[in-house]
């Protein structure tokens, strides 16, 4: 446990050694009764004696390199490239990948790739053989000298090395001090107010006081953030009330299978529905809260068509369609509103045109990395009227592409289960210089609408796209992780502006 430095003295300490040497050049050098101190202590000593005029002070900036646990291992065994050249053995034989996986251990993969880059090794066959006779392990060699030294005089091989998570850099501040106008080795203490008594006895003549900061700063009142996703989010919502659409309620994050795949015509086979794409509920597993005569329209659907289609041919299973999971997409929210306005339309004898969208949070099961989530947020919006078609589709979200900014947008064919024809939008990035997909679209497929109760010549023309893309671009964003989880800025949060 370190000692607690007696402020006082070390101020005493510093006047001394100004007295005795006119300046402290680096206090990184500077040695408190034999032991160099922190930073900060040294750094508050100093402004208590800066306020009183007795010293001046400037910051110094430097920087050094640590190696890192890993770095440390390399630097006593090795490099991850040349432990993969050393197992691999002289001759045309070489070795199998999972042999030298097997001698090497998890680090082959990584050494692999740099043995390749560095011309080391080449592949013949199934095997891994030598390219040259002997090797240098710069990267042991580089490693030593920052150990050493702290630092490397080639840029590059730093960059390269704190890319390989081997070295990471220190800030280091210290202070350059000198005396001040009013220098003394003796410190007189200061008073803070002018009190009663001072005004009785006329002490305060003589009594040096604390200077006021009257350019200091009040402390900023704490108050609550929009998260940038938020404020993207409300920017997308604006758009949709401009152009008449009315919000879908979102708040069912655990969906049947039912509304999120069969009622939209996706087959139960689809991969999207297996474990290793979608999270399934332990407890409860399985719902009945569906009508029945339309899982029993779906159903038939699903196995022998109808409405102009063939269908898929299969056996459709109840157990499948029962079971309970995190909704994969919004657009089980929208196969929810589109069967309450067919039920709507069956009361009222009319079908009214409708406008709805809605953004939320949607689950996959993913593997987390820079740019995908197990969860995150979905953009959806749908048009329901009579005899719409592609022109439509394109008008529209021309407009709605305009309204964001967007205004260089391009559309290409594609496939979906439940919309036909689909289109995935693209945009124009100045920045990358490159068209960028930013969204899906299409018309529902009638096997979707006509189950409903819909009548035939209803078409509903629909769009999506990911809420944290977008944003990421805006904040200038480059990981998903320091947009949303454990890894976010607060201070991003607080600082960014209101998007637009």
């Known amino acids: 446990m370190a000692t607690k430095i007696d402020n006082e003295a070390l101020q005493i300490s510093i006047l001394n050694f100004l007295d005795k040497n006119g300046k402290i050049e680096d206090s990184a050098n500077f040695k408190f009764e034999g032991e160099i101190i922190d930073q900060l202590v040294f750094l508050g000593a100093l402004n208590s004696l800066s306020s009183k005029d007795m010293i001046s002070y400037k910051q110094i900036e430097n920087e050094k390199w640590n190696v890192t646990e890993e770095g440390n291992e390399i630097v006593e065994t090795g490099s991850h490239e040349a432990k993969v050249f050393n197992a691999i053995p002289e001759g045309e034989e070489g070795i199998t990948i999972a042999d030298l996986i097997a001698k090497v251990g998890p680090s082959a993969k990584i050494g692999q790739g740099k043995a390749f880059k560095n011309k080391w090794i080449s592949k013949k066959g199934n095997c891994l053989v030598r390219s040259v006779a002997s090797i240098q392990d710069k990267t042991q060699e580089d490693l030593k000298i920052i150990k050493e030294t702290n630092n490397h005089p ?109 009622a939209l015509f996706q087959p139960q086979q689809h991969p999207a529905r297996d474990l290793q794409d979608t999270f399934f509920l332990k407890d409860p597993a399985t719902t009945n809260d569906f009508p029945e005569d339309y899982l029993e329209v779906v159903r038939n659907t699903h196995e022998n068509g109808g409405f102009g289609s063939i269908g898929y041919g299969y056996k459709w299973s109840r157990e499948e369609t029962q079971k309970l999971i995190l909704r994969t997409h919004t657009t089980s929210v929208t196969s929810h509103m589109l069967y309450t306005l067919a039920q709507k339309m069956k009361k009222d004898g009319k079908f009214e045109p409708a406008k709805y969208f809605s953004i939320d949070r949607v689950f996959r099961n993913e593997t987390v990395d820079a740019t995908h989530l197990a969860e995150f947020h979905q953009v959806e ?41 689909s289109m995935e939008i693209f945009s124009y990035h100045a920045g990358l210089d490159e068209w960028v997909e930013i969204g899906n679209s299409g018309m529902f497929r009638p096997e979707m609408l006509r189950p409903m109760g819909l009548p035939e010549n209803v078409r509903v023309i629909a769009w999506g796209l990911s ?34």
Not at 221 to 237: I, Q
Not at 481 to 491: A, P, T, Y
């Open 154 to 262: 080639d840029a590059n091989i730093l960059k390269d090395l704190k890319k390989r998570k081997l070295i990471d850099r220190q800030k280091i501040t210290s202070y350059s001090v000198e005396k001040g106008e009013k220098f003394s080795t003796t410190i007189v203490k200061q008073a803070t107010d002018i009190t009663y008594e001072m005004l009785q006895n006329g002490s305060w003549k003589d009594v040096s006081f604390k200077k006021y900061n009257f350019d200091a700063e009040g402390i900023q009142p704490k108050g609550g953030y929009l998260h940038p996703l938020m404020k993207v989010r409300e920017e997308f919502r604006q758009i949709f009330f401009q152009m008449g659409f009315s919000e879908m309620p979102t708040n069912k994050f655990v969906e049947s299978s039912f509304w999120n795949f069969d």
């Open 381 to 421: 919006g749908f048009i329901a009227d009579y005899d719409l078609n592609l022109g439509h589709l394109i008008g529209v979200l021309n407009d709605f592409f305009h309204r964001m900014g967007v205004d260089q947008i391009k559309f290409k064919p594609a496939y979906n289960p439940y919309t036909e024809p």
């Open 467 to 500: 809420l944290e893309r977008p944003t990421m671009i805006k904040y200038s964003i480059d990981n998903i992780r320091e947009l949303l989880g454990h890894k976010c800025d607060i201070n991003m949060i607080q600082n960014n502006p209101i998007c637009r």
